[in-house]
């Protein structure tokens, strides 16, 4: 938390924000993604993780009060990108199901998702997330899609 005479503190707490998400991207996350069939008799330690990483990515909450607009656009979509990134690996692995007991193993999950993602983005100015250029574009698109396809309430 500490920083020189001459550093913007706003820069360094953005940065510690982006940090702490991608602090949860661990050996055990990249094994798991780098993994094609899933692993029959590895399936409970899978779980575990994944949910262990999707409740601790829902519970993650930011001080944004010192955050530039720029910087809330950076830390806040990666939140969600990242939540919809282990859901994509909780399917890769058929841990998805409409019979979860568990939220984060749901379907619909993604939609829930793109409606934290939508209303992040009401709350910023649309110069914040256009600054970040194509890259921030494309994580939206990939992260809202959801909501355009139709299904059932």
Known sequence: TEY?????????????????LFALLDEKFVELW????????GSSSVVQNIASIQHDLNAISFETTGLSDIQKADVLVTQQWLRLIFWQASMRHGLVSSASQDPVFYYDYPILIAKALCEVMSK??????????????STVSDVAHPLLIPHEV
């Open 34 to 41: 780098r993994q094609i069939a899933p692993e029959v008799d």
């Open 4 to 20: 020189f005479d001459d550093e913007d503190p706003t820069i360094l707490a953005g940065f510690q924000c982006i940090c702490q």
């Open 124 to 137: 910023l100015p649309i110069n914040a997330v256009v600054v970040h250029g194509s890259g921030i574009v």
